[in-house]
């Protein structure tokens, strides 16, 4: 725990950020297998962890049972599950051209959603990576086909007592994503509609996308359920250590000031010292925000 810090923010991190690393030239496998991820974060301080690739195959129900157990006897909580989309449909999930495809979407997703409930997550983030150029439709029917899929899932979610937080990206893996930026992802929620249905703010993706982060934080508001924090030169999301190339204090005094309750979630993609690269960036945060 962070001590008295840990009550205004409580802090998290991803269990990938000591998971393989994939790129177009080379691979290297995991530092950790997510089991013993989710053990260095209790020894590392953090208060949670994220969850990655959360579905029925990568957790089927006897290790949901010890998964939920370990993540409770180390004292931890689950921040967020992630539900990926983009492996099982690299040429479009939510807005696929076929009918049955986009079924399937909303099928997965809602399965992924019931083991992130039995494993004691409160909420599962969403982000269409592969939903965008080139679309397979013209613009504003494939958007319809995404409110639509949404509308499904905040639907399921709220049946079983979750929220769902959308997460939006420039490009990668597609060229342009659909939820491109803040503007699109606030669009996407005005139309989908449901309140249990709100905004991952991922701090790279916002500078990747030229966006100011205190002005994204206060159009998101009441909206906003999630933070993803990571560092990049505004050109690529490069998931560096948190204030390595920006300051973030003024974001922290944003997100203060419209009271935002959730976790502050590190989204690390470090090649060789995952635990470096978070003990690293949680010092920063903690330093950084008794500042305030």
């Not at 099982?88 to 992130?116: H, I, Q």
């Not at 009441?222 to 990049?232: A, G, I, R, S």
């Amino acid at each position: 725990m962070l001590g008295g810090f840990a009550r205004l923010w409580k802090i998290a991190a991803g269990d990938w950020i000591w998971g393989p690393r994939i790129t177009r030239f080379f691979s290297l496998p995991a530092k950790l297998p997510p089991e013993k991820a989710i053990e260095r974060i209790a020894e590392l301080g953090f208060d949670g962890v994220e969850l990655g690739w959360t579905s029925p195959d990568a957790y089927p129900p006897e290790k949901v049972k010890n998964v939920s157990k370990k993540i409770e006897d180390l004292g931890l909580e689950i921040a967020n599950a992630y539900i990926d989309t983009c492996n099982k449909w690299p040429l479009g999930a939510f807005t696929n051209p076929k009918e049955d495809v986009r079924r399937g979407v909303v099928s997965y997703v809602k399965d992924c959603m019931d083991v992130a409930k039995e494993l004691g997550s409160k909420m599962v983030n969403l982000w269409p990576g592969t939903d965008g150029v080139p679309l397979k439709a013209p613009y504003w029917t494939a958007w319809g086909w995404m409110v639509q899929g949404l509308q499904e899932c905040a639907d399921h979610a709220k049946d079983i007592g979750i929220k769902v937080s959308l997460e939006y990206k420039l490009k990668e893996p597609s060229l342009f994503l659909l939820l491109s930026n803040s503007d699109a992802l606030l669009r996407m929620l005005d139309d989908v509609g449901k309140e249990g249905m709100g905004a991952t703010l991922d701090t790279g993706h916002a500078f990747q996308a030229k966006e100011h982060l205190p002005t994204v934080v206060q159009k998101f508001s009441k909206k906003l359920f999630h933070v993803h924090l990571d560092d990049n030169y505004s050109d690529w999301d490069d998931d560096l250590i948190v204030g390595s190339v920006h300051n973030f204090k003024e974001f922290f005094k944003a997100l203060k000031e419209v009271g935002y309750e959730g976790y502050l979630s590190l989204d690390l993609w470090p090649i060789e010292d995952p635990d470096g690269a978070a003990v690293r960036s949680k010092e920063y945060i903690t330093r950084l925000i008794k500042s305030i």
